[in-house]
């Protein structure tokens, strides 16, 4: 046994430092950090977010007839540019969301982070961790940079009221972080990426769209309870058909839901 | 100690592994035999929580494995040699995993001067050789140095230098009186390497026995009887008969199998006949394992309930 006295790991037998929930957010954070597609997905992001909010401060200046900018029409608060140009950004951050899971089980790592962190809810829960903090810090960081590209281009046509802003950009985040831990969860369910993106962009995009443009009340107002339109609302502070806070709580009951199913498949189904 | 009892794996209609008792013991080396798809790797699965049993249990240490807080310092274990992300360096993989169980970040240069690869520790896994991609999994199994360890086909892949590298770690790390349990198709390095066999087939148990008893058992392990008086081995014949053996004549003597050299020779001995030569011969591993395994195809298929042993 002298060689186990030697080369000792750890912090020594009978430790209980490290491991736990603690050890498992510290793997996933290293996990994160070190593989590429990490870095290309919030490139990514940044750039559909600056291209998708010049293009949106071009059309919101260009449509103004009104010479007057004192004149409150057509005045355009910077910090709502970022909320209407998330329709492609998101799914940059969608991407990141989902390579968090379904890398794992595309390349087969998930035995090996399984044997790291054997308590499945454990290792589900160190992911939502860590993907929800960096996706909020993004996503925050997303909506300044959308106010910021923005700005220039408004010229007399921008607001920058100051709670406002810092208001709508952090809204933007917590609405990111929440679709992309549904994004998680949804991944944890389905374990493959192209199902994964095909559900999210279905539920995000498609249905909504078909929904709202059904003329059907029953569908038009379905629609509203979807997690991107329940995140509008959220994000633009509407008070019509629910306040703002009905729609950041819809948002977050699809991702627990999501979470949930992720849970429940990752429990009972073997690796 | 790794404890299995009545552990069962069912898809569907397949028994993949089929109701296995058995402890795997500290400080020596338990080769783990079978052919394609008697169940191996589902077992080995089911030890690590990977897989759940239809029924009985696998205890690591008298625990369950996902029940471990630092299963990296209880037990370590190389799957398959793919179990990194191509796209991430060996060193970060290693950090990665040391992090997960609390385990000193200087132990990851430790792990990997140890197989070898602190040159390529900065390279993606994902360009690493067959051969490479081992070590680094040897290197995790190693990282918590846990006093139980799993290897999956550990020679995979590995040049017979790598081989020679294996094999020797494996003893060490059986002599420093760990639990050593692995899995090979590579009977002639088993040999060298086990020092108990644990054989299945069709996912039941065949033979949990030390390997000399199971290359004794090979019936071409053989005692060699040769002398000049042909009266004389025709009596020790007969003796032997009656004691259970299985006797042929062959050019000047006998050969003789299931029972021991001494035994044989204790009988000459009292009947007085004169012998020129009384030797043993060896079946190789090789041999034992194809009968034993052979039988298990042949005796498996009327499924008698309860164990082939």
Not at chain 1, 103 to 124: C, F, H, K
Not at chain 1, 203 to 231: C, K, M, Q, Y
Not at chain 1, 234 to 240: A, K, N, P, Q
Not at chain 2, 135 to 155: H, K, S, T
């Amino acid at each position: 046994m002298a060689v186990r006295e030697a080369v000792r790991p750890g912090n020594g037998p009978g430790s209980t430092r490290g491991g736990g929930l603690g050890g498992a957010i510290g793997t996933e954070w290293i996990k994160l950090w070190s593989i590429r597609s990490t870095w290309w997905s919030l490139l990514a992001s940044a750039v559909l977010m600056a291209a998708a909010s010049l293009q949106y401060a071009i059309y919101a200046t260009n449509s103004n007839t009104n010479a007057d900018p004192t004149d409150n029409q057509g005045v355009v608060a910077v910090g709502k540019t970022g909320i209407q140009s998330l329709g492609i950004a998101q799914f940059a951050i969608v991407a990141l969301a989902m390579l968090v899971i379904t890398t794992e089980y595309s390349t087969g790592t998930i035995r090996a982070t399984l044997q790291w962190v054997p308590r499945r809810d454990r290792m589900l829960l160190a992911k939502t961790a860590v993907a929800g903090v960096v996706i909020l810090a993004a996503g925050t960081l997303l909506g300044i940079l959308g106010a910021l590209v923005a700005a220039p281009m408004l010229g007399k046509w921008g607001r920058f009221p100051m709670p406002g802003t810092v208001a709508d950009v952090l809204a933007i985040g917590v609405y990111l972080a929440l679709i992309g831990l549904f994004t998680l969860g949804l991944g944890a369910a389905m374990r493959s990426a192209v199902a994964t993106l095909v559900t999210v962009f279905l539920i995000l995009t498609v249905v909504p769209a078909v929904l709202e443009n059904s003329h059907v009340t029953v569908f038009v107002d379905a629609a509203r309870w979807l997690p991107s339109v329940a995140g509008e609302h959220f994000m633009l502070r509407d008070s019509t058909p629910y306040p703002a806070g009905v729609g950041l709580v819809v948002v977050v009951a699809w991702a627990v839901a999501a979470l949930a199913a992720g849970y429940l498949v990752l429990r009972g189904r073997d690796a | 100690m790794i404890a299995l009892r009545g552990l069962t794996k069912r898809y569907g209609a397949v028994t993949a592994v089929d109701n296995l008792s058995i402890d795997i013991a500290p400080g020596r080396v338990t080769g783990f035999l079978g052919p394609n798809g008697a169940g191996k790797s589902t077992t080995m699965r089911m030890i690590l929580g990977l897989d759940r049993p239809s029924a009985g249990t696998a205890r690591v240490g008298g625990r369950p494995y996902t029940t471990l807080r630092y299963s990296l310092r209880e037990v370590g274990a190389l799957l398959d040699a793919k179990a990194a992300h191509p796209g991430r360096t060996a060193r970060n993989h290693l950090r990665a995993m040391a992090r997960s169980n609390g385990i000193a970040a200087g132990r990851v240069d430790e792990v990997l001067a140890s197989v070898g690869l602190t040159e390529v520790a900065g390279k993606r896994a994902g360009t690493y050789s067959l051969g490479m991609g081992q070590r680094l999994g040897i290197a995790g199994a190693l990282l918590g140095d846990p006093p139980v360890l799993m290897f999956d086909e550990p020679v995979n892949g590995l040049d017979p230098d790598g081989v020679r590298w294996v094999r020797q770690l494996m003893r060490s790390l059986a002599a420093e009186g760990r639990t050593v349990f692995v899995s090979s198709h590579l009977m002639s390095e088993m040999q060298l390497t086990a020092d108990h066999l644990v054989v299945i087939g069709k996912g039941r148990l065949i033979a949990d026995a030390p390997i000399t008893e199971v290359i004794a058992g090979s019936s071409l392990t053989a005692v060699r009887v040769r002398g000049p008086e042909p009266a004389g081995l025709a009596a020790l014949r007969d003796r032997l008969a009656g004691h259970g053996a299985q006797v042929e004549s062959a050019a000047g003597g006998l050969v003789v199998t299931g029972v021991t050299v001494e035994e044989v020779g204790d009988l000459a001995h009292q009947l007085g006949v004169h012998l020129h030569e009384l030797s043993t011969r060896e079946a190789s591993l090789e041999q034992a394992y194809m009968e034993l395994t052979a039988d298990s195809v042949e005796y498996a298929a009327p499924a008698p309930n309860g164990r082939v042993a």
